[in-house]
């Protein structure tokens, strides 16, 4: 079992799909090829085990952009300031996460972590 990545024109994904294995012809056809057929839609294969195995970088979701270049799905960008991470293809901040016992989120005002108070 495989799953497949539906590319809209723009090549953003629209839809994910569970396939036949990257690795099984259909109908003679590479999978990518046959889940395209009659559709106005690029197919590219996507892994749950991406990051371990380096294919594509990242699990495609709805949403993400297949990148041609790198051969990679990545996540839409979650802030302007944010920075892609060229070997993972993840977006980082432009200054790491706090370490400590907080819990922080991200002020685009600010460009600094803030720190979420909870109410008790």
């Given amino acids: 079992m495989a799953h497949y990545a539906y590319l809209d024109e723009n090549n953003v994904?629209?839809?994910?799909?569970?396939?036949k294995?990257?690795?099984?012809l259909?109908?003679?056809?590479?999978?990518?090829?046959?889940?395209?057929q009659?559709?106005?839609?690029?197919?590219?294969r996507t892994s749950y085990?991406?990051?371990?195995?380096?294919?594509?970088?990242n699990y495609a979701g709805i949403g993400y952009f297949y990148d041609?270049?790198?051969?990679?799905?990545?996540?839409p960008k979650p802030f302007a300031s944010w920075i892609l991470d060229e070997e993972t293809c993840q977006w980082q901040p432009p200054l790491p996460h706090p370490n400590d016992k907080h819990i922080y989120e991200w002020?685009?005002?600010?460009?600094?972590?803030?720190?979420?108070?909870?109410?008790e």
């Fill in 107 to 119: 002020s685009e005002e600010d460009l600094n972590w803030r720190v979420i108070e909870i109410q």
């Fill in 26 to 36: 259909i109908d003679g056809l590479h999978p990518e090829i046959y889940y395209s």
């Fill in 49 to 57: 085990n991406a990051k371990d195995n380096g294919f594509r970088k």
């Fill in 21 to 24: 294995d990257e690795n099984e």
């Fill in 13 to 19: 994904v629209i839809c994910v799909i569970v396939g």
């Fill in 38 to 44: 009659g559709t106005q839609y690029t197919v590219k």
């Fill in 68 to 75: 041609e270049q790198r051969d990679a799905f990545i996540p």
